[in-house]
């Protein structure tokens, strides 16, 4: 027996081993292998937001950095309907470049504060836009550009949907000038190509495209902004076309908003406005939210909504299926159920959401200050937001018979919830403070794996 | 060597252990990773055809219920070009009504028997249909809609395709009427927000929307589905439309059937009948078989065929190609073959079928009864269907010349057996019983990993 | 102790056999669960080229072969991209036919070497064309085609692009007409449904379909051949139009080649010129390198190229970005990086090769002999070609004041580096003999685990 107990330690290693490796192989079934399972552990329980600890950063020197999004996939397989999407967020310093560069994915970007020049080197020509707060811009995969902070005090953020087509959710990005980080793509052909393709010395080439190390942000003389920016178009001129389509940006304030009151305002551009964001299906929302106010419970019918809180702070509630696949826990028998959970983070700038179709979302504000939240929709075209509170509420469209069929309450007590709100999209938020979540009524988010609907 | 004897079953369970965790690997992987690899082993040999068992009922009530077909991908990898889509039933007791929902999923439904009224809460109106046999609906996914069964005596039968967005292959009800099961989606907010959305006290929400007892489907009074069903329109009126696009149902039978003599009818409907089936590239056809009659061997060009026995008893017979991919076993040598199998199922009511693109198929309708079957096409643009065997044989096609190259027999046999068959599509059927499958020449499916083509 | 020394080696299997199933785990996450991981060990460093290694055989007699190239997600993650389109050659001797057969997936056809007549038995009617080298036709999902080499001296050579509808990346081939090996596919009926399906005794039919003993290819007699290539078209007639469309073929070699120097010629051909392509989204090019010149390195905006090596030798290389997920190791701290690495190959007949979006890629012709590159374009729409050296390098876009933010080196250094190469798309290769790959900059590939953007 002494033997036997000198084994034991090794065979519960191998046992424990086993089952970690079993437990793998599901973690990964569910996050869709990801390059970082284990990373997977790091995400809250509520897989639909996005903190500080979600970006990665893998632009950043001193004048600027670039930060993007963790894979959908990587977080949840509830994801897998935008695993191609990412979500990133450049900031540049006053007079601060990002160097030329393309990536192998398409590009829709919105200005969300600052003013910069974007300039495209397209294959048949070039193009300069000074952009400003609202402007959102269309760049397409592998088109070469380079951006630069035109301001000499305030700081440039913009954010940017990235659709990738190579591989699915991964994003490659190309320098062609370069140093010691971000290299120049050039220097990795061998001398004899390089020397060939130039029709000159290998060393003079490599001095040329690989002598930058300042970094993938540089700063720029003022005098050399002026320069470019001046021969730059912008949004509020005409916008330059090429082949009856407009290419250039399109300011999203430009719009009337589709909800406008004293609680704040939406606004909404989709491919009717600004044709570029027809070829990927996408819309851009930007929603104001007044301190106290809140954004009514809706949901989107067909669009993902991906989110990016950009100012203030807030409280953010998700309502989602679960458990129809695997109820029988604490319930009767096999019966399967429709139940809800509720998912909810507390916001603040930078933090990240997404919101699926079908899924009832409600956001409020904190007193004393906006909440500005820019999203993103994906499968946008015939997309529409029902509203489940207020004046425009879908419960409102039946009529008393179809009423009293379905509710079970007096048909009175019905009419006078449905109509007690007369505002509508934006509405007068909590009077008190935001109950904890645990006294919801709610239910814990027991098991992302549960998680399934039918 | 007693004490290796104590260890050997603590050794062998490890080793099994491994060999099972391998062995899980290897089924998800050809599953694709679906909630419930373990129930996979459940499905017969025959990856194509779907009995009762395969259908879950996520909602169930005396009144009423929903079966789903499970996740295609669950059955087998070799449906991961359908894995976005799911089939399902929904039956309705005489004057019973599904509670308004909206899904995360586009929906086309058939009436496969009764009479319903449908409302659709769309964003800006609200429309209400009165359904019969053979009416064809789209239903977009986010609409919430209610179902009501208008008949007081007859049931209410409908089949639906729903095509998923969010998750591959999962589809996800949303009820905002509710109570224990299914929930309404409203009582997962917190109390604050519920209150401050409707601008009312929390219990009297909770109490409009969380009432219902009675589960998914309620009875309905005869006096209110008579006063719905007046204000409703139906597909033998014009239709409504909306920017031009017929938004109303259409019936199947006004079409002219595509086949049609003594052995049954074909219909077809394809989005050039139906504009609304086009965003999808779904079509809808439904085969009257009679007793004793035959669809004749056929193949798809390029469409999936969903179909579902919706009466009567028969035989159905699926050509597929494999061991390409692994012959070594019983053939000489390494040299691949190309070989087919046949996978056959007894038909009944209820079940499912796929006939996925290319694969030959033949249906035989049991004698004394006809079959009738429900088939949806999924990639339905520039679909064709290839005749293999009457009056219509793609084989007919060709000339002396091409028949002598590739035919070994002589030419008057070849003749003789090309036109025997004077039908075309539904032919009269096999004269004895079926053999059983063990009397066929088609080898037994070995294996689903060794059908992988090349 | 004894005891302890008879277990170990049992314990250590148990110990690897666990570790082994966990890297299996991982390799097929990397890999995508292809069917058989284990090959993929097989594969090179570089996970885009493909040598005759890559090719499997699966049809092959006397007269002709079939080889098809891996599934592209078998050989790495990634591939996803374009995991639904496989690269296929077909090769039959003087006056030799592919029997009638169809596909479950879509094709373009282009004809590398010799004279074909293809049928395709569509629905409605029969079309025969005759095909020379240059010539591009789509065949359709499911349209059941023969081929005839109509030469008597030379071998003919066409090169397919398959896009999978059924299994992503899974093709599958049905012989009506067969024997052994292929069989036919009527013989997988049961007996009962064949006769009843022709009408005709079981075994008549049989005999029918079943007496090919030849296999795939069968020898024509040249007066067959003259009888069918009689009635056929070709791509310099008009070209038969089915509804305004261009349904035969069209000749590569008929357009102005986009490039066009003493160093070779570039011919492209997309959509705009033979509509056939649209519904693929896919182009054809074709480049003709002179021996000792080069095509310079440039990069896809969008799209894959799928390549085959139709004849010559030569270089390749292609610049990846890498590490920047996982710099960490022989790098200061935890600070990511972007940096490139270069995957090169040298290239001879029958090679295959994936050029990604954004990847920018060159191609040396080794001296003394043209190198033919067949090139399918894979996402062409919108796809644009930007050069990274030549006349028309991107680099040339940029004016003074932008030269001197970018790059460091002193204006007239640059302007000298960008201003050498007089030639555009193809230019003069290196002079000397190509440097072995140790002494070239790029490093080595260190891990395919590693290559992953961000």
Redesign the interface.
Known sequence: ?A??A??LP??LF??T??LV??R??DR???GE?G?HPAESEQSSNNPFFFDEKSF?????TREGNLR?LDRFTQRS??L??IEKYRLAVLEANPNA?L??T???TDEILFVVAGRATI?L???E??ESYNLRKGDILRV?????H?IINRHNKEQLLIAKLLET????G??????????????S?????????L??????EDE??R???Q????G?F?S?PQE?IR??AQQASSSSEEGRTHGGRRRGPFNLFEKHPTYSNQHGQIYEVDSSDYPALQ?QDISVAYAIIRGGS?L??Y????A?KVALVVDGKGHW?L?S?YG??RSGEGRESQ????????L?AELSDGNGLVV?????S?I?AEGGQDLRVLCFGI?AE?????R???RDN??N??NK??R??????PET??R???N???DAGI??????S??S?S????RAFQSI?GF???
Chains 1, 2, 3 share one sequence.
Do not use: C, W
């Open positions: 027996m033997k036997l000198t084994l090794l065979l191998l046992l081993a086993s490796f079993s793998n192989t990964e079934q569910y292998g390059e990665r950063t893998p632009l950043k993007i397989h509830l897998r309907g470049a160097m030329p393309h990536y192998d300039t080197m397209r294959k020509n070039k397409e995969a592998g088109t070469t380079y087509m190579s591989v699915p991964q994003v490659q990005p190309f320098f062609g000038i370069g140093g010691r980080n971000p290299e793509y050039y220097t990795s052909f061998s001398k004899n190509i020397e060939a393709a130039f029709n000159t003079k080439v001095k040329v495209f002598e930058n190390q300042e993938a540089v720029v050399k320069q470019i070829a809140m009514a419970p949901y989107n019918s067909k993902f509630e309502v299926p129809s696949a019966e399967e159920s429709v139940s809800y959970q509720r909810s699926p179709p079908g899924h009832p409600a409020v499968n015939e997309n529409q937001e029902h489940l509170a207020g879908i419960y469209k039946m018979a179809e009293e069929i379905f509710f079970k309450a007590e019905v006078e919830v449905l007690a709100q007369r509405v007068e938020g909590p009077k008190g935001q109950e979540e006294e919801g009524r709610g794996l399934a609907g039918f």
